[in-house]
């Protein structure tokens, strides 16, 4: 019997770093977070979602998470990418007026940038552009979509990485004033989704 703890696992976007920080003493065989890799700089660990003061606090998963929860760690990403949506009703998508490119937002925590696991949200969002479907997520809980067929979305979508970047830095021009928390960003790449599999955008 599955445990009902599983309904508490979410997916969490993050990103290599040029140099992994080496532990000065690894974790113990089974309690290494599960890492799977993603599509260029990004790769996919999963977590319980703890309910805290102030805020909510993540447990990564492990193996042994796993095996005491009675899921296969090859089920994890099925499973955290449809307790996203449950954990997370109040999706809603902003339009840009000048450019043909939507942001996604999802609420509180950090996982907007999660959303690329959900394959159903992303064959619909997928009809509402021309071409393939390009995807910015410069930081955790920033999810900015738009195609190839939309050279000025393309752009907005540029612009949106920049502005996450700079605001990060704390320059005076950061934009509009995206929540970018310490440690969230994720890559300035976009990411295409070709035949169901991502890859990085030519620049």
């Known amino acids: 019997m599955t445990d009902s703890r599983t309904s508490l696992i979410v997916p969490l976007m993050k990103a ?15 309690e ?11 790769y996919v660990t999963y977590a319980l979602e703890l309910a805290g003061e102030p805020a909510r606090r993540y447990e990564h998963v492990a193996r042994r998470h796993c095996a005491e929860l009675g899921l296969e760690p090859a089920g994890l990403r099925r499973r955290a990418a449809l307790n996203l949506r ?20 999802l609420g509180e925590g950090g996982l907007a940038a999660a959303l690329l696991l959900d394959e159903g949200f992303l064959d619909k ?17 920033v ?4 195609g190839t067929g939309h050279p000025d979305g393309i752009d907005k979508l540029r ?10 830095r704390g320059e005076e021009e950061a934009g509009p004033g995206w929540d970018v928390p310490a440690g969230s960003l994720l890559t300035r790449d976009l990411l295409v ?3 169901g ?3 990085t955008l030519a620049a």
């Open 86 to 105: 449950d954990r997370r009703p109040d999706l809603a998508l902003g339009w840009y007026p000048d450019a043909r490119a939507v942001t996604v937002t």
């Open 16 to 30: 290599r770093v040029p140099a992994e920080v080496q532990l000065e003493f690894p974790l113990p065989p089974g």
């Open 32 to 42: 290494e977070p599960i890492r799977e890799e993603f599509a260029g700089d990004l």
């Open 193 to 195: 989704r070709r035949d």
């Open 125 to 141: 969002l997928a009809q509402d552009v021309e071409g393939d479907l390009v995807i910015a997520v410069p930081a955790r809980d």
């Open 159 to 168: 612009w949106a990485v920049a502005q996450v970047w700079a605001e990060d």
């Open 143 to 146: 999810f900015v979509a738009s």
């Open 197 to 199: 599999a991502w890859e």
